[in-house]
């Protein structure tokens, strides 16, 4: 399915520019302006990505498809978004120190739960898919 095969191929994107801003936060000197402009850009697509997702989601409902990660997929999208809210009040704050440690903690829980994430809908997509 075409949109299906569309979710698929942003996760390899979003994967592409998490790990940029993983590398980018690693270095002995962050440069906060360049970290500032992938968090925007990055978030700007995952945000539009998981509209997507969840009205694919829907679709299938509408469908009677089975939906047997339907409601843990939903969930994690809330988790993330909570963690992401945290990063993005570190950033409203200008405070780098901030930043930084909004990186050490929920950062590094959003990337983590990010990953699983993707891999637990690729998963799923390629069942319902089939
Ligand atoms: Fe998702
Ligand atoms: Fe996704």
């Not at 592409?16 to 000197?29: E, G, N």
């Not at 969840?54 to 299938?60: G, P, Q, T, V």
């Amino acid at each position: 399915m075409k949109e299906v095969l569309a979710i698929q191929k942003e996760h390899y994107f979003l994967c592409a520019l998490i790990l940029d801003i993983k590398r980018t936060v690693k270095r002995r000197k962050v440069d906060y302006i360049v970290l500032k402009e992938k968090l925007a850009r990055f978030y700007d697509f995952w945000k539009k990505h998981e509209k997507r997702e969840e009205s694919l989601l829907r679709k299938f409902n509408s469908l009677g498809k089975p939906f047997p990660t339907e409601m843990a997929i939903l969930d994690e999208h809330r988790q993330l978004r909570g963690h992401w809210h945290i990063i993005q009040e570190s950033i409203d704050s200008g405070d780098n120190f901030s930043i930084k440690l909004a990186f050490d903690t929920d950062g590094a829980m959003f990337i983590e739960k990010l990953m699983k994430h993707i891999e637990l809908e690729n998963n799923f997509f390629k069942t319902i898919d089939s």
